[in-house]
């Protein structure tokens, strides 16, 4: 089976840096997804990751490392924006599947 | 192409009643999605389509549900005798080829079962 273990909740000073991580067990792993979700809205694509190590986007970066089954996202310079669910989330491992495993997310608020 | 839409936005219908989503997904996109998601949690995987083949179905899709999807473009999504559980926000997302791309979602559709 799959398993997804985010933190419920953070609080992030505006400016700020804030680190999101993800643990996760899977019986193949197939990369890891970030995903955004502002309340109501859909979640939108932040970050695939493959290979250990970290990628940088602009503000986001995202590290991965497969051996620990570990994962984080990073946000610099934090704005009020920022404020929303952050999905970490897992290709099933069966063959041929295209399904997300998603963790239940992280409720990012970022105060003044 | 103005990304993955979905119709209605909203929905609220009596116990035991049928109802129907739909979903346009980016046009060249040929993988289809749909996932359930309640309050406080990640969505969840309903079914998937490759072009108009449904080529996977979770365990969370009982016999009260069905989604097609005709021709390979739009999808719905029906479920029969609803009951207050189903209420959620129901979203489609879509992608082309491979997985690294990550998916397009469209803003769901929330349902209300009263």
């Known amino acids: 089976g799959q398993n997804i273990d985010q933190p419920t909740e953070m609080t992030a000073t505006e400016g700020a840096i804030v680190q999101i991580n993800c643990t996760y067990q899977?019986?193949?792993?197939?990369?890891l997804f970030w995903y955004q979700q502002h309340a109501g809205e859909a979640p939108t694509f932040l970050s695939y990751?493959?290979?250990?190590g970290l990628e940088e986007k602009g503000r986001f970066s995202s590290f991965l490392s497969r051996s620990k089954g570990y994962s984080y996202l990073l946000l610099k310079e934090l704005q009020m924006k920022d404020s929303a669910s952050y999905l970490c989330?897992?290709?099933?491992?069966?063959?041929?599947?295209?399904?997300?495993?998603f963790g239940k997310g992280t409720k990012l608020s970022v105060i003044p | 192409d103005t990304g993955v839409s979905q119709d209605p936005r909203h929905k609220i219908t009596k116990r035991g009643q049928n109802v129907t989503f739909r979903c346009d997904p980016i046009?060249?996109?040929?993988?289809l999605y749909w996932y359930r998601q309640t309050l406080g949690q990640g969505p969840e995987f309903l079914t998937y389509?490759?072009?108009?083949?449904?080529?996977?179905k979770s365990r969370l899709l009982s016999d009260r549900f069905s989604a097609e999807r005709p021709k390979g473009s739009f999808s719905t999504l029906e479920i029969q005798r609803t009951e207050q559980g189903d209420s959620a926000m129901y979203l489609c997302?879509?992608?082309?080829?491979?997985?690294?791309?990550?998916?397009?979602f469209g803003s769901g559709t929330r349902l209300t079962v009263v």
């Open positions: 997302a879509s992608s082309l080829g491979g997985q690294g791309g990550g998916y397009t």
């Open positions: 389509f490759q072009n108009e083949a449904q080529l996977e």
């Open positions: 899977t019986s193949g792993f197939n990369g």
């Open positions: 990751n493959v290979l250990d």
């Open positions: 046009s060249e996109h040929n993988r």
């Open positions: 989330a897992v290709p099933y491992s069966g063959a041929g599947s295209y399904q997300l495993t």
